[in-house]
Nanobody, 126 residues
Framework: QVQLAESGGGLVQAGGSLRLSCAAS????????MAWFRQAPTKEREFVLA????????AYADPVKGRFTISRDNAKNSVYLQMNSLKPEDTAVYYC???????????????????WGQGTQVTVSS
């Protein structure tokens, strides 16, 4: 059974940093793009960052450019999200996801991904 488990969320003051981790189990995802999405209360789930299977291509959402970075360790079947210069508007539940199809470029749509973690809460206070 495939499972994705996020960790590292919490409460941080504006301007602070957090590092989220996502560990996948049940199968290897070294050939698949992995991504981070987030969902704030009353809002739809939105794309944050994604990385191709080999790290050669990264897609960013404009609000996080220059502040967030994504990395992955295929040997550990894991993906990470480093969040710096956090703002109150970054407050959301953050989800990691694995793409539907192997290889290729990382997608930005929810439907590009079919395995999801349970989410981890990130709260940024002003």
């Amino acid at each position: 059974q495939v499972q994705l488990a996020e960790s590292g969320g919490g409460l941080v003051q504006a301007g602070g940093s957090l590092r989220l981790s996502c560990a996948a189990s049940g199968r290897a995802f070294s050939n698949y793009a992995m991504a981070w999405f987030r969902q704030a209360p009353t809002k739809e789930r939105e794309f944050v960052l994604a990385m191709s299977w080999n790290g050669g291509s990264i897609a960013y959402a404009d609000p996080v450019k220059g502040r967030f970075t994504i990395s992955r360790d295929n040997a550990k079947n894991s993906v990470y999200l480093q969040m710096n210069s956090l703002k109150p508007e970054d407050t959301a539940v953050y989800y990691c996801a694995v793409s539907v199809r192997p290889w290729g470029l990382p997608g930005r749509r929810v439907n590009d991904y079919n395995y999801w973690g349970q989410g981890t809460q990130v709260t940024v206070s002003s």
